[in-house]
């Protein structure tokens, strides 16, 4: 090699190794003045500006306990799909990030006030881990039976400490209770201030039992509290008897039991506005060895991103805490997203909603503003200002009323008139297309989805719910003591407009115990879409599922309900009568489906007692039961 060459080459050596080292670059957090003790937001936003204008690829936080505030925190509109949108205060904003880490070294941030802590946006292959998110007070109120008094139809409950409340008239409120240090708030913009001094009502509420620190075996519908008696037509009475302790009076038809523990959720205003870890528009993200131990809606929510792995990744009830809830929603959730998403090694206890939602959006047809063009609006309130689709994107049209499908176009172009009107162009003209009574569907957004050694338990609602045309498989999971169903398919175009027929799905050696304790007789699996009362059985919404090989530990004589499905296989499932609970139904049906098409229930073991039977409606066909022991031998063709 001559001397020419050799130094090319050397120089292409120095440069690659300048490189390396450069985009090797770590930052720790406190260099710019992290520390426990004070409010860190300041040190924390100054660590992730560094980390972007000198292009490091990590950022390390040394092990502690860190207290964040809103009131230094970035302040973005945002709208958060299944939350509550508005002016969003944020420490960790990874906005147009690619291939950068946050390591918190296992610390733990301790949030105050409404805030988001992580948000990331427009980012590529990011990792959150090793940290711990927390707030300093919880925003549910949560209070333990103390007394119970037939006589005067009340009872009497105190207040956890971390709980602050008021009586205001005869109404029981919880708040943020104003300090010296929130003041200020008021001299902030008046979105912001509703964000961060809130009061709740306690009129969406549910019981938990703090001997299993799972929900109440109870009917949610004659326990529940409510501020006013409708069986009575009066209103409850709240009446504040010292050291923490309130009487409410008239406040349900059914008297909770002593002991039992109230958490309140609120509807007075918005209750799900600090999701605490935020995800969009992004790529290959991975949050591993992360736990949540409260927020204020979802602990973590994924919406228009592909390829999100959740691994060892745990919503947990906080250590030594006398708190019942950790979520006031979902665990974990993901909206019209793509790639695959993976949940690996998690636990989910104790939110009062599922532990992960993965679904796309149904969007409403207006109008037809040009043989190209419809205007289409965002059906729910919760999903305002959602990014529906992109150019180069399918679109699927279907009847709101039965969700069958009736046209297919490709989008052009996308103009968002308002966060809740938009128009979209197609490629092709759209004049012959129905409008009314229509709705629209990105499928082009339906991730496969694979959830494996994870653990679901103590909620409120279900399990998980999945409805997504992607491949799925729930695998080795645990399903334990939630008050619904363990897994449900539904879609829908009328209330939640989420959509997502199952086209693939695989459920198989995984245990479901004690599912349905605020229903009595909950179904293991549910398939719900809103296809109308009577389906027609032309089409089928959900089809391809094979459920085998799993435990069920069940009070509740339903295992299976089902509407609008083609080709079910339930196989080789063994099905235990539990003894924590009192039985439900002793002689309802075990199975019950509705206009489906193609099922087989093979090789299963009953062994719940009365012999399982099988009830079909609107006109099924082929639905067959073989090999089973314990479960009735049908054939409907």
């Given at each position: 090699?001559?001397l020419k060459n050799?130094?090319?080459?050397?120089?292409i050596?120095?440069f690659?190794v300048?490189s390396?080292c450069k985009?090797?670059?770590?930052?720790?957090?406190v260099?710019?003045?992290?520390?426990?003790?004070?409010?860190?937001t300041?040190?924390?936003?100054?660590?992730?500006?560094a980390c972007?204008?000198?292009?490091?690829?990590?950022?390390?936080?040394?092990?502690?306990v860190?207290?964040?505030y809103p009131e230094?925190a970035?302040?973005?509109?945002?709208n958060i799909?299944?939350n509550?949108?508005?002016?969003?205060?944020?420490?960790?904003?990874?906005?147009?990030f690619?291939?950068?880490e946050?390591?918190?070294s296992g610390s733990?941030f301790?949030?105050h006030?409404?805030?988001?802590?992580?948000d990331?946006?427009?980012?590529?292959n990011?990792?959150?881990?090793?940290?711990?998110?927390?707030?300093e007070?919880?925003?549910?109120?949560q209070?333990?039976?103390?007394?119970?008094?037939?006589e005067l139809?009340?009872?009497d409950?105190?207040?956890?400490?971390?709980c602050?409340?008021?009586i205001?008239?005869?109404n029981?409120i919880?708040?943020?209770?104003?300090?010296?240090?929130?003041i200020?708030w008021f001299f902030?913009?008046?979105l912001?201030?509703?964000?961060?001094?809130w009061?709740?009502?306690?009129?969406?509420?549910i019981?938990?039992d703090?001997?299993?620190k799972?929900?109440a075996?109870?009917?949610?519908n004659?326990?529940?509290?409510?501020?006013?008696?409708?069986?009575l037509?009066?209103?409850?009475?709240?009446?504040?008897l010292g050291n923490?302790?309130v009487?409410?009076?008239?406040?349900c038809?059914?008297?909770?039991k002593?002991g039992?523990v109230?958490?309140?959720?609120?509807i007075?205003s918005?209750?799900?506005?600090?999701?605490?870890i935020?995800?969009f528009?992004?790529e290959?993200?991975l949050?591993?060895?992360v736990?949540v131990h409260?927020?204020?809606g979802?602990?973590f929510?994924?919406e228009?991103?592909?390829d999100?792995?959740?691994r060892?990744?745990?919503?947990l009830l906080?250590?030594?805490?006398?708190?019942?809830?950790?979520s006031?929603?979902?665990a974990?959730?993901?909206?019209s997203?793509?790639?695959?998403?993976?949940?690996?090694?998690?636990i989910?206890?104790?939110?009062?909603d599922?532990?992960?939602?993965?679904?796309?959006?149904?969007?409403?047809?207006?109008?037809?503003?040009?043989?190209?063009?419809l205007g289409?609006?965002?059906?729910?309130?919760?999903?305002?200002?959602?990014?529906f689709?992109r150019a180069g994107?399918e679109?699927?049209?279907?009847?709101?009323?039965t969700l069958?499908?009736?046209?297919k176009?490709?989008?052009?172009s996308?103009?968002?008139v308002?966060d809740f009107?938009?128009?979209?162009t197609?490629t092709e003209?759209?004049?012959d297309?129905p409008?009314d009574?229509s709705?629209?569907?990105?499928?082009?957004l339906?991730?496969?989805?694979i959830m494996?050694?994870?653990?679901?338990?103590?909620?409120?609602?279900r399990?998980?719910l999945?409805?997504?045309?992607?491949?799925v498989?729930?695998?080795k999971n645990?399903?334990?003591?939630?008050?619904?169903?363990?897994?449900?398919a539904a879609?829908?175009?009328?209330y939640w407009f989420?959509s997502?027929?199952?086209?693939?799905m695989t459920?198989?050696?995984?245990?479901?115990?004690?599912?349905?304790?605020c229903?009595?007789?909950?179904?293991?699996?549910?398939?719900?879409?809103?296809?109308?009362?009577?389906?027609?059985?032309?089409?089928?919404?959900h089809?391809?599922?094979?459920?085998?090989?799993?435990?069920?530990?069940a009070?509740?004589?339903i295992?299976?309900?089902?509407?609008?499905?083609e080709?079910f296989?339930f196989k080789?499932?063994?099905?235990?009568k539990?003894?924590?609970?009192p039985?439900?139904?002793?002689?309802?049906?075990a199975?019950?489906?509705?206009?489906c098409?193609?099922v087989?229930i093979e090789?299963?073991?009953y062994?719940w007692?009365k012999?399982?039977?099988?009830?079909?409606?609107h006109?099924?066909v082929n639905?067959?039961s073989?090999?089973?022991?314990n479960?009735?031998?049908?054939n409907?063709?």
């Amino acid at each position: 090699m001559n001397l020419k060459n050799k130094i090319i080459g050397a120089t292409i050596v120095i440069f690659a190794v300048m490189s390396s080292c450069k985009t090797e670059k770590t930052i720790n957090a406190v260099d710019f003045g992290l520390r426990e003790g004070i409010d860190n937001t300041p040190a924390l936003m100054k660590a992730i500006e560094a980390c972007k204008t000198q292009k490091a690829v990590k950022l390390v936080i040394p092990k502690g306990v860190y207290d964040i505030y809103p009131e230094k925190a970035y302040e973005e509109y945002r709208n958060i799909t299944n939350n509550d949108d508005g002016k969003k205060r944020m420490v960790f904003l990874l906005k147009d990030f690619e291939n950068f880490e946050i390591d918190g070294s296992g610390s733990k941030f301790i949030c105050h006030d409404h805030m988001v802590p992580f948000d990331v946006s427009g980012s590529k292959n990011i990792t959150l881990k090793n940290f711990s998110v927390d707030w300093e007070k919880p925003f549910y109120l949560q209070a333990q039976v103390t007394a119970v008094h037939p006589e005067l139809n009340a009872f009497d409950m105190k207040i956890l400490d971390e709980c602050s409340y008021e009586i205001q008239g005869n109404n029981l409120i919880f708040s943020n209770k104003k300090t010296e240090k929130t003041i200020g708030w008021f001299f902030m913009a008046p979105l912001m201030q509703k964000d961060v001094i809130w009061e709740q009502n306690i009129n969406w509420n549910i019981w938990y039992d703090p001997q299993t620190k799972a929900p109440a075996y109870c009917d949610e519908n004659t326990t529940r509290v409510n501020a006013w008696n409708f069986k009575l037509n009066k209103p409850a009475v709240a009446r504040d008897l010292g050291n923490r302790t309130v009487r409410l009076t008239d406040a349900c038809e059914e008297l909770p039991k002593s002991g039992w523990v109230l958490v309140c959720n609120g509807i007075l205003s918005k209750n799900r506005l600090s999701p605490a870890i935020h995800v969009f528009d992004s790529e290959n993200v991975l949050v591993e060895n992360v736990t949540v131990h409260h927020a204020s809606g979802m602990a973590f929510v994924a919406e228009q991103s592909k390829d999100v792995t959740l691994r060892k990744y745990n919503v947990l009830l906080p250590p030594n805490s006398e708190r019942l809830v950790t979520s006031t929603a979902d665990a974990s959730h993901f909206v019209s997203c793509s790639g695959l998403i993976v949940l690996d090694d998690c636990i989910f206890e104790n939110m009062l909603d599922d532990g992960t939602n993965v679904h796309g959006i149904y969007a409403e047809v207006r109008e037809m503003t040009d043989p190209y063009t419809l205007g289409m609006t965002r059906g729910h309130s919760q999903q305002q200002g959602f990014t529906f689709a992109r150019a180069g994107e399918e679109i699927v049209f279907a009847n709101k009323n039965t969700l069958k499908p009736h046209a297919k176009r490709i989008v052009s172009s996308i103009k968002n008139v308002n966060d809740f009107y938009f128009e979209v162009t197609f490629t092709e003209k759209i004049d012959d297309l129905p409008i009314d009574g229509s709705v629209a569907e990105n499928t082009f957004l339906q991730p496969d989805v694979i959830m494996r050694n994870c653990e679901v338990r103590q909620n409120r609602a279900r399990g998980i719910l999945i409805s997504t045309a992607g491949k799925v498989l729930v695998e080795k999971n645990k399903f334990v003591k939630c008050t619904y169903a363990g897994i449900q398919a539904a879609g829908d175009a009328n209330y939640w407009f989420e959509s997502g027929p199952v086209t693939d799905m695989t459920i198989r050696e995984n245990l479901f115990e004690d599912q349905g304790l605020c229903v009595g007789n909950a179904p293991v699996l549910v398939f719900v879409p809103e296809v109308g009362e009577v389906p027609d059985t032309s089409w089928h919404y959900h089809r391809n599922i094979v459920m085998e090989n799993n435990t069920i530990n069940a009070f509740s004589r339903i295992l299976i309900q089902a509407k609008s499905i083609e080709n079910f296989v339930f196989k080789n499932n063994t099905i235990n009568k539990s003894a924590r609970y009192p039985s439900a139904d002793e002689n309802g049906p075990a199975f019950i489906f509705s206009g489906c098409k193609d099922v087989l229930i093979e090789g299963n073991k009953y062994n719940w007692g009365k012999a399982a039977t099988i009830e079909t409606h609107h006109g099924c066909v082929n639905i067959r039961s073989v090999n089973n022991e314990n479960i009735e031998e049908v054939n409907i063709k």
